[in-house]
Every structure is written in structure tokens, then in C-alpha cells.
């Protein structure tokens, strides 16, 4: 009988030790197997970072300080207005596309971070996002523009995932922090998460709720309970931009903004920008180039891209100076349609009165 318990013992003692040795080796095999797939995607990580294409020429020509922004005086007047001093208000910009909203912007804030008391430091964040694609799914997993918490069920296997840890994920307002979150299109955004946006503004801060959190769960980190008690910082100045018209606009998030209007641009106008641009990407253009171009560029950016097909058509003849030639093949190989409005003079304006009904 004793026999029989030592031979039994024998055998549970070899099948748990099987057991056991079998764990390890898939273990160490798993944990290698993991190890062998981060280097070699570590490894093609690094090849991507040593390829660089050369800046682009929308990058190099874009304008540097406000008096580079053509034909918008006023507008760019009140934005530096709007954002100045202790005090710096929300702001909503009206314009067609291409005319200088987003550059004006991104270089006001830059100006007005030195003017006396602004809250923003020289460094201040300005977080570009784009309303149409900030739209969270319906069920609030993802939303890109408040934030959200990964629950665990979602994290799968991870180290939270699998300790049943709740991560709070930040969203454009909180990238935003202490500086302008300028949300292109703004009246794209569903009144669901306007409601959520307005919200911030007011807490200046965003409160997550998950049922997966417990103040007493102590595998929880303390900065996700911290997180989870006094919500993730998101003090910001919203610039909303929107080439819709101001009654399209909700009135909840009118009320809270400066509203500021950018005009379309006159044929001056964009004569003006391709001078400008030319001259901050160091192009030699051949007289009536300007001229040819803001006969068919509809706005800045098209005048833009317009110059730089034509510098290239000029490289591929091994030319560095743009000839009326290349300007005029770009023009009619991208079908551009000439401008119907009349020669405008210096400082004159097209005035579009369908953007400029105010409310009431
Ligand atoms: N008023 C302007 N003065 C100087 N450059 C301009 C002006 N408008 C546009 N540009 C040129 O066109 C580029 C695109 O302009 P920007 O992105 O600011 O337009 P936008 O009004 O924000 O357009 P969208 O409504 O499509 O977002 C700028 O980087 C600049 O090179
Ligand atoms: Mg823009």
C-alpha cells in the first residue's frame, strides 16, 4: 500500500513538475518571441526616422509674423484684440477657405503671449485639430476631443488590461493646456460633444467616470485616482474656425466667443501673397507671374500651390526662376477657372453680405 502512495506521490510529484517546466518554456518562448518582434519593430522604427523629405514649400512660404498675413487687417486686429493681455477671450473666425485663418491664428498667439500679463507662456500650446474627424463613436470609447478611459475589457491583455486598471486617455483639450486649442470647422461638431466642449470650457477641466474605478482598488495607480478625483486638466483659449455662416452656428457656443470675420481675398490681395511667398522660399519669378497667378487662384492657398507646381515644372527644365510659361501650363493643366470679379484697387474689399447677417 505504501508502495503504491510513494508511486502515486512519484507520479502527481513528475506531472505537476511537467506541468511547471512546459509553463516556463512557453513563457520564456512567449517572452522571447515578444522581445524578437519590438526589436525588429524598433529596428524599422528607426529606419522610417533616418528618411526626411525636404520641408515643404507650403511650410517655407508660410507667413511668419502677422504683417504677412494679406488683406485681413481687421480681422487679424481682432484676434490680437481678443487674445491680448491678463485676459485673453474664446474666439470664433468666420471666413471662406484659404484666406489666412489658421496662419493668423497660429502667429497671433505667438505675438500676444509677450503682450503685458497674458496668461500664456512663450511656449504655449496652440493644438490644431480638425472638427470632422474629433466626432467620438456613439458610445463615447474613443473621443478624441474631450478624452476618455480605456476600460480593461477593451485593453486586453495588456499590464492594465489585465490588472483591471482603468486609464484615463487625454483628448485635444487637455493637449491644449495652457495655450489655444483651434478647432477647424467647428460647426461640424455633432451638439452632443458641443455640449461636452462647452462644458470644459466652463470646469476647465474634464471628469472621467468608469465602473471599472474603485477609490479603493489599490493596484489603481495614484495618478489615475488623483485623475479620477480631480479630473484631467484642460485650461485652454478655443479659436473655433468655420467657413459656414454665423446663423449655422450654435448659438451656446456664439455667446461664449468673440466673433471675428476674414474676408475673401482680392486679386490685390493674392498678387500680394505670391510676392510674399516667393520671396520667403527665395524664388526669382519672371514679371506678370503674380499677376497671371491671382487672375485664377481662388484664394491664398490655391495661390500658393499654384507657385509651387510651377517651380517645379521650372526644375524639371533644370531652371530655378518661374517663366509666365510654367505658371500658365499649371493653370490650365489644373483647370482653374479665372476670377469673375472685377480688378479690385489696393485695400478694397469683396464684401460676400451672405457672411456678414448678424444675428437678430
Ligand atoms: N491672407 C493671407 N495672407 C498671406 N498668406 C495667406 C493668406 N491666406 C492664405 N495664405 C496662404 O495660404 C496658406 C493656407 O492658409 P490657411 O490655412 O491659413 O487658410 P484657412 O483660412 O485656415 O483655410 P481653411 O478654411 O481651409 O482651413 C497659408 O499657409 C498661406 O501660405
Ligand atoms: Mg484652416
Same mark, same amino acid.
Given at each position: 500500500?505504501?508502495?503504491?502512495?510513494?508511486?502515486?506521490?512519484?507520479?502527481?510529484?513528475?506531472?505537476?513538475?511537467?506541468?511547471?517546466?512546459?509553463?516556463?518554456?512557453?513563457?520564456?518562448?512567449?517572452?522571447?518571441?515578444?522581445?524578437? @518582434?519590438?526589436?525588429?519593430?524598433?529596428?524599422?522604427?528607426?529606419?522610417?526616422?533616418?528618411?526626411?523629405?525636404?520641408?515643404?514649400?507650403?511650410?517655407?512660404?508660410?507667413?511668419? *509674423?502677422?504683417?504677412?498675413?494679406?488683406?485681413?487687417?481687421?480681422?487679424?486686429?481682432?484676434?490680437?484684440?481678443?487674445?491680448?493681455? /491678463?485676459?485673453?477671450?474664446?474666439?470664433?473666425?468666420?471666413?471662406?477657405?484659404?484666406?489666412?485663418?489658421?496662419? $493668423?491664428?497660429?502667429?497671433?498667439?505667438?505675438?500676444?503671449?509677450?503682450?503685458?500679463?497674458?496668461?500664456?507662456?512663450?511656449?504655449? $500650446?496652440?493644438? @490644431?485639430?480638425?472638427? =470632422?474627424?474629433?466626432?467620438?463613436?456613439?458610445?463615447?470609447?474613443?473621443?478624441?476631443?474631450?478624452? *476618455?478611459?480605456?476600460?480593461?475589457?477593451?485593453?486586453?491583455?495588456? !499590464?492594465?488590461?489585465?490588472?483591471?486598471?482603468?486609464?484615463?486617455?487625454?483628448?485635444?483639450?487637455? &493637449?491644449?493646456?495652457?495655450?489655444?486649442?483651434?478647432?477647424? @470647422?467647428?460647426?461640424?461638431?455633432?451638439?452632443?460633444?458641443?455640449?461636452?466642449?462647452?462644458?470644459?470650457?466652463?470646469?476647465?477641466?474634464?471628469?472621467?467616470?468608469?465602473?471599472?474605478?474603485?477609490?479603493?482598488?489599490? &493596484?489603481?495607480?495614484?495618478?489615475?485616482?488623483?485623475?479620477?478625483?480631480?479630473?484631467?486638466?484642460?485650461?485652454?483659449?478655443?479659436?473655433? !474656425?468655420?467657413?459656414?455662416?454665423?446663423?449655422?452656428?450654435?448659438?451656446?457656443?456664439?455667446?461664449?466667443?468673440?466673433?471675428?470675420?476674414?474676408?475673401?481675398?482680392?486679386?490685390?490681395?493674392?498678387?500680394?501673397?505670391?510676392?510674399?511667398?516667393? !520671396?520667403?522660399?527665395?524664388?526669382?519669378? /519672371?514679371?506678370?507671374?503674380?499677376?497671371?497667378?491671382?487672375?485664377?487662384?481662388?484664394?491664398?492657398?490655391?495661390?500658393?500651390?499654384?507657385?509651387?507646381? =510651377?517651380?517645379?515644372? $521650372?526644375?524639371?527644365?533644370?531652371?530655378?526662376?518661374?517663366?509666365?510659361?510654367? !505658371?500658365?501650363?499649371?493653370?490650365?493643366?489644373?483647370?482653374?477657372?479665372?476670377?469673375? /470679379?472685377?480688378?479690385?484697387?489696393?485695400?478694397?474689399?469683396?464684401?460676400?453680405?451672405?457672411?456678414? &447677417?448678424?444675428?437678430?
Amino acid at each position: 500500500m505504501s508502495e503504491l502512495t510513494a508511486f502515486a506521490q512519484l507520479a502527481f510529484t513528475l506531472i505537476v513538475g511537467l506541468y511547471f517546466l512546459t509553463r516556463l518554456r512557453a513563457d520564456s518562448a512567449g517572452e522571447k518571441g515578444v522581445k524578437e @518582434e519590438a526589436k525588429a519593430a524598433a529596428e524599422q522604427l528607426n529606419r522610417l526616422r533616418q528618411i526626411h523629405l525636404n520641408e515643404p514649400m507650403t511650410e517655407i512660404s508660410r507667413p511668419a *509674423s502677422s504683417s504677412d498675413i494679406i488683406g485681413q487687417d481687421d480681422g487679424v486686429r481682432a484676434l490680437r484684440a481678443a487674445l491680448w493681455g /491678463e485676459d485673453p477671450q474664446h474666439v470664433l473666425i468666420y471666413g471662406p477657405p484659404g484666406v489666412g485663418k489658421t496662419a $493668423a491664428a497660429r502667429i497671433v498667439l505667438k505675438e500676444v503671449c509677450k503682450s503685458p500679463g497674458s496668461p500664456f507662456a512663450d511656449d504655449a $500650446a496652440f493644438f @490644431e485639430a480638425d472638427a =470632422a474627424i474629433m466626432r467620438c463613436d456613439e458610445r463615447g470609447f474613443a473621443d478624441p476631443l474631450i478624452g *476618455s478611459v480605456h476600460d480593461p475589457i477593451y485593453q486586453g491583455a495588456g !499590464a492594465y488590461g489585465a490588472a483591471g486598471i482603468p486609464q484615463p486617455k487625454p483628448g485635444a483639450v487637455t &493637449k491644449a493646456h495652457g495655450g489655444v486649442l483651434f478647432l477647424d @470647422e467647428i460647426g461640424e461638431l455633432p451638439n452632443e460633444q458641443i455640449n461636452r466642449l462647452l462644458k470644459v470650457l466652463e470646469d476647465r477641466r474634464v471628469m472621467f467616470e468608469s465602473s471599472y474605478y474603485s477609490s479603493n482598488n489599490k &493596484k489603481i495607480p495614484p495618478y489615475i485616482h488623483d485623475v479620477f478625483r480631480n479630473g484631467m486638466p484642460a485650461d485652454f483659449r478655443l479659436i473655433g !474656425a468655420t467657413t459656414r455662416k454665423p446663423e449655422e452656428i450654435p448659438e451656446a457656443v456664439r455667446s461664449r466667443c468673440v466673433e471675428i470675420y476674414f474676408d475673401p481675398l482680392s486679386r490685390q490681395n493674392v498678387v500680394r501673397i505670391v510676392a510674399g511667398a516667393a !520671396a520667403r522660399c527665395g524664388i526669382t519669378i /519672371e514679371n506678370g507671374v503674380k499677376e497671371l497667378i491671382a487672375d485664377y487662384a481662388a484664394n491664398g492657398r490655391d495661390a500658393v500651390k499654384i507657385l509651387q507646381s =510651377a517651380l517645379n515644372i $521650372a526644375r524639371m527644365d533644370g531652371r530655378c526662376f518661374i517663366g509666365l510659361d510654367d !505658371a500658365r501650363w499649371v493653370i490650365k493643366a489644373g483647370r482653374y477657372a479665372k476670377r469673375s /470679379e472685377p480688378f479690385l484697387k489696393e485695400n478694397e474689399k469683396i464684401i460676400d453680405i451672405s457672411m456678414f &447677417k448678424k444675428r437678430g
